[in-house]
């Protein structure tokens, strides 16, 4: 069974950082490309960042300030964001881009003053 288990969440101030993994199982995330969501309340779920073999993907409300990176060997990928702000706030999930579910419990960033 896929699973994704999210975390380093918290909550910060504005312009302070976080960096966020996020561990797969039940599947090699070094065959797929792989992607961090968030949901703001209220809102629907959206991609923020995806990587592949070869390209790296921004919304471009984080280009500049969030970095996606993954571990293949540990079938782990990361999402450091730093400068963060107000509308950042959100549950952050990570799956394979082009989720077919199995979607994780997310963790929680919520950044306020």
């Known amino acids: 069974q896929v699973r994704f288990l999210e975390f380093g969440g918290g909550l910060v101030q504005p312009g302070e950082s976080l960096r966020l993994s996020c561990v797969a199982s039940g599947l090699n995330s070094r065959w797929y490309d792989m992607a961090w969501y968030r949901q703001a309340p209220g809102k629907r779920r959206d991609l923020v960042a995806s990587i592949g073999p070869e390209n790296i993907e921004y919304i471009d409300a984080v280009k500049g300030r969030f970095s996606i990176s993954r571990d293949d060997a540990k079938n782990t990928v990361y999402l450091q964001m730093n400068s963060l702000k107000l509308e950042d706030t959100a549950v952050y999930y990570c799956?394979?881009?082009?989720?077919?579910?199995?979607w994780g419990r997310g963790t929680q960033v919520t950044v306020s003053s």
């Open positions: 799956n394979i881009l082009n989720p077919e579910g199995n």
